[in-house]
């Protein structure tokens, strides 16, 4: 669909279009229509009246995002989530066009957004209509005892934090250190699974990545 709108306007393909959205070259109305056109009329003339419609209008809902990410106020429109900071709701964030891959999301105070090229930064936000779960890492430094995994493990479970992938590995020192890949629904989620985390006796750290 964006494709074809990006061929009406003129400006090559989907990834064309969305620079073209940055930059303030088209405005996202126009872009709107292009997605959507009116119906062209029929040869000959003006369309014929159209008959009074008596039948019951549908409700309109509203468009659900795409990723829960809103571009520009706009629903519908693809977004990758960086994976040098792998936002997750509740963060803040900002979008930066990029060729190939879209509209891609990073944490506002990400080290490698702060590199890219402004010109191609728009404004994004979070959806609050759409429950989206991201993945994140999570480190957890402790003592190497018997049972201090089971406990760690227990705690995700009851903040309701699904464990994805684990990679645990001892240090010279004696201690573990154990990245899980989780996934939680809200920054606020986050926060609270590391505060009952770092609170696990033995435990000596609790970090996003």
Known sequence: ???EAASR????NADDLLVALGYGKISVEQAANAV???QPAPEGGSPPPAEPDTAP???KRPKRSIGGIRVQGEADIVVKFAKCCSPVP???IVGFISRGHGVVIHKRDCSKALELD???RLDVSWDEESKTLRPVAVQVTCTDRPGLLAAISKTFTEQGVNISQAKCRTTEDGRAV???QVTVGHLEQLKTVLRSLGSIEGVVSATRL
Not at 9 to 12: E, I, K, N, S
């Open 57 to 59: 209008q549908p409700i």
């Open 36 to 38: 959507l056109p009116d």
């Open 9 to 12: 306007l003129r400006v090559g």
């Open 90 to 92: 509740g963060d803040s």
């Open 1 to 3: 669909m964006l494709d």
């Open 178 to 180: 154990n990245t899980f």
């Open 118 to 120: 402004p010109a191609r």
